[in-house]
């Protein structure tokens, strides 16, 4: 299983971005599984951003993206994106995206068992 991340950039505060996350891998089948973005800046732990249940019915965002942020997901594509918008300096950090398998959104790292490579999002005060 692999998880692309993409979309990153360097923005300023208030403008908007849109990450994109492709999955592939023979057995796996995406539709089947819970998708996050995770984000961790430098000198701070990982931190949970949003989730989005496997039919993309469900969403889920942290309270510090929440109104700001929107995770969605295409499986017919196998993509899950994250779109961003008034963005502060403090959103800058690595993105992360992720796949946990079963029902029910998580927020917590260890609940996903695959990973992205992660893209960079700076933004600009």
């Not at 991340?5 to 849109?18: D, F």
């Not at 994109?20 to 089947?32: D, E, K, L, N, P």
């Not at 993309?56 to 993206?65: M, R």
């Not at 929440?66 to 779109?83: E, H, P, V, W």
Request: a positive charge; glycine letters at 12%; one cysteine or more.
């Amino acid at each position: 299983v692999q998880l692309q991340a993409s979309g990153g950039g360097l923005v300023q505060a208030g403008g908007s971005l849109r990450l994109s996350c492709v999955a592939s891998g023979r057995t796996f089948t995406f539709g089947r599984y819970i998708m996050g973005w995770f984000r961790q800046a430098p000198g701070k732990e990982r931190e949970f951003v949003a989730a989005i249940s496997m039919a993309g019915s469900t969403t889920y965002h942290a309270d510090s993206v929440k109104g700001r942020f929107t995770i969605s997901r295409d499986n017919a594509k196998n993509m899950m994106y994250l779109q961003m918008n008034s963005l502060k300096p403090e959103d800058t950090a690595v993105y992360y995206c992720s796949a946990g398998p079963g029902a029910g959104l998580r927020t917590t790292s260890s609940s996903y068992d695959y990973w992205g490579q992660g893209t960079l999002v700076t933004v600009s005060s």
